[in-house]
């Protein structure tokens, strides 16, 4: 699967929407893109996963750029229990997903 | 809740020996998938299995290894234990597996090895 780049931690406040980017510019043509997060002591928990098109569900919206190189998970409304570690995750096949290191996302009440 | 059950939750051993940890995946989810989450190296993928069959290998020691039974439940065998084996293991299931395909995941079992 391609390398994703995400920046390391951000930080939001309560009750404002959240932009988490991902940078994949090594994406190829059949590779979805999915969104994953950890809450602290918890398993990790899917999010989102789109091809081409936005995507957007009762927990999040994804924004793909029309080139496909990068990528936008949106929370719109923040809460303190939004605080986690967001993976953005290409995938290609039907392996294991390769988690990189994810940004730390803090929201400050 | 995910549908996920791992058990068990904590298991504290010694060097040396050998545990077994246990996955039952969600009603329906053909494929299994086990991963080690520790501080140094984060979540890495170890193996997967489709059906009772193993279908990807990543990131697993040959001192680790995995079963899928008919009733679809994965146990995940770790022998000669090392101090460095201390971790998260999580497991996680998926309808089919396709790369379109979400994965659940259980709430993990904490290893510690003395």
């Known amino acids: 699967d391609a390398k994703t780049t995400q920046p390391n931690s951000m930080e939001s406040n309560e009750e404002e929407p959240v932009h988490l980017p991902c940078n994949h510019s090594?994406?190829?043509?059949?590779?979805?893109i999915h969104w994953y997060r950890q809450l602290p002591s918890q398993g990790p928990e899917y999010v989102i996963h789109?091809?081409?098109s936005n995507v957007n569900n009762r927990m999040a919206s994804l924004a793909i750029a029309e080139d496909r190189k990068s990528s936008t998970l949106i929370l719109h409304r923040a809460t303190l229990r939004d605080a986690a570690v967001y993976y953005c995750?290409?995938?290609?096949?039907?392996?294991?997903?390769?988690f990189g290191k994810g940004t730390h996302l803090i929201i400050q009440p | 809740d995910s549908g996920v059950t791992q058990t068990p939750k904590h298991l504290i051993t010694a060097t040396g020996q050998r545990v077994t940890l246990r996955c039952s995946p969600r009603?329906?989810?053909?494929?299994v998938y086990w991963y080690q989450q520790s501080l140094d190296q984060g979540l890495q993928f170890l193996i997967q299995?489709?059906?009772?069959?193993?279908?990807a290998k990543g990131n697993i020691l040959e001192r680790f290894s995995a079963q899928q039974f008919p009733d679809l439940h994965s146990e995940l065998n770790l022998s000669s234990l090392e101090l460095g084996d201390s971790a998260l293991y999580f497991c996680?299931?998926?309808?089919?597996?396709?790369?379109?395909?979400?994965?659940?995941f259980g709430q993990g079992t904490r290893l510690t090895v003395v």
């Open positions: 996680a299931s998926s309808a089919q597996g396709y790369p379109n395909t979400e994965a659940f």
């Open positions: 090594t994406i190829s043509g059949t590779d979805y």
């Open positions: 789109g091809l081409t």
């Open positions: 995750i290409l995938r290609g096949g039907a392996d294991g997903l390769t």
């Open positions: 009603s329906g989810d053909l494929s």
């Open positions: 299995y489709y059906n009772g069959e193993e279908r």
